[in-house]
């Protein structure tokens, strides 16, 4: 048997390569192969654990963190500690960007500000080749209508909001380039979720089509945001923070682990009783849309 594995027709994977093709599918790790078939008549029985050198280095692929949130808005500690658990896994700058990008759009002249600052933001963004696009958006929801805020429009705070897809054209609409493919969070109250017209219209703004703003004259490009997977929640006053542990393992498995999204989601909330015990959690995605609502069999929600 020895002399046969040394016969040039007989290629060994070792165990790091096989994780790697493997991670996704798993199979038994088999170590000898000759023309695809098993060489040994068992399986390689792999002793002890994986160890790092002392000089090796941790290497992740670069990844982006976008907090949209309302101006008015002072809490930030849902994004802070998701950004925070992936900082030590990233050792050289550049690798992990984090952006905190604050709105408040009640006043047009406000809204020619913002196209200024989308597109300093997207121009620097844009040379950066990031795997990884995590957004969150962390805003407050008018009761009334359904709508989101867009900000105070006077100094008596009264509110300034419009329908979610129109809310995404003109707050999230600058930065189109970057968010294709992105994750996001929606850390928003349950009256968009809970009317059906508002939520249609936040899912329709997630798939939509809008115009590149810096479009050659005379040529019409549609970008889509084309959001894979978007989580939204539903309690009546929604406590940020309460997200924080979910979202941070949901973001460190995807990140970290390359692991499905929606796999990473049902792990995560077999952990996640508190949060579950506050809000529902909706999974939105292009084809379809699951609700994740925790029970009891002797206690209901």
């Known amino acids: 048997m020895q002399s046969h594995l040394?016969?040039?027709?007989?290629?060994?994977?070792?165990?790091?390569?096989?994780?790697?093709?493997c991670r996704h599918s798993p199979a038994p790790y088999i170590g000898f192969l000759e023309n695809g078939n098993p060489v040994l008549p068992?399986?390689?029985e792999v002793k002890g654990v994986f160890e790092s050198s002392s000089k090796a280095n941790i290497y992740m692929t670069s990844t982006l963190f976008l907090h949209f949130q309302l101006n008015s808005i002072q809490q930030h500690t849902h994004f802070d500690l998701v950004e925070h658990a992936l900082r030590d896994y990233y050792p050289e700058d550049g690798h992990l960007v984090s952006v905190d990008v604050p709105f408040d759009l009640a006043k047009d002249k406000a809204q020619l500000k913002w196209l200024s600052k989308a597109g300093k933001i997207v121009s620097r963004l844009c040379a950066s080749n990031f795997k990884h696009i995590v957004a969150v958006i962390t805003n407050h929801t008018d009761e009334e209508h359904s709508d989101l805020w867009l900000g105070n429009c006077d100094k008596v705070g009264e509110p300034s909001a419009c329908a979610p897809d129109k809310w995404m054209d003109l707050v999230l609409g600058p930065f189109k380039q970057i968010l294709q493919g992105c994750k996001m969070y929606l850390v928003l109250c349950r009256t968009v979720?809970?009317?059906?017209?508002?939520?249609?219209?936040?899912?329709?703004?997630?798939?939509?089509?809008?115009?590149?703003?810096?479009?050659?004259?005379?040529?019409?490009?549609?970008?889509?945001?084309?959001?894979?997977?978007?989580?939204?929640f539903n309690a009546v006053n929604l406590l940020p923070i309460k997200t924080a542990d979910l979202l941070m393992n949901i973001t460190k498995s995807v990140v970290l682990c390359d692991i499905k999204f929606v796999n990473a989601l049902e792990e995560a909330l077999k952990h996640a009783t508190m949060i579950g015990k506050h809000t529902a959690i909706i999974h939105i995605m292009k084809q379809k849309t699951t609700k994740y609502v925790w029970t009891h069999k002797k206690y209901k929600p």
């Open 6 to 21: 040394t016969s040039p027709q007989v290629t060994f994977c070792c165990v790091s390569c096989h994780w790697k093709v």
């Open 42 to 44: 068992s399986f390689l």
């Open 193 to 232: 979720m809970c009317n059906q017209e508002a939520f249609s219209a936040l899912k329709a703004g997630l798939q939509r089509q809008v115009r590149l703003c810096n479009a050659q004259p005379g040529v019409d490009i549609l970008f889509s945001f084309g959001v894979c997977h978007a989580l939204a």
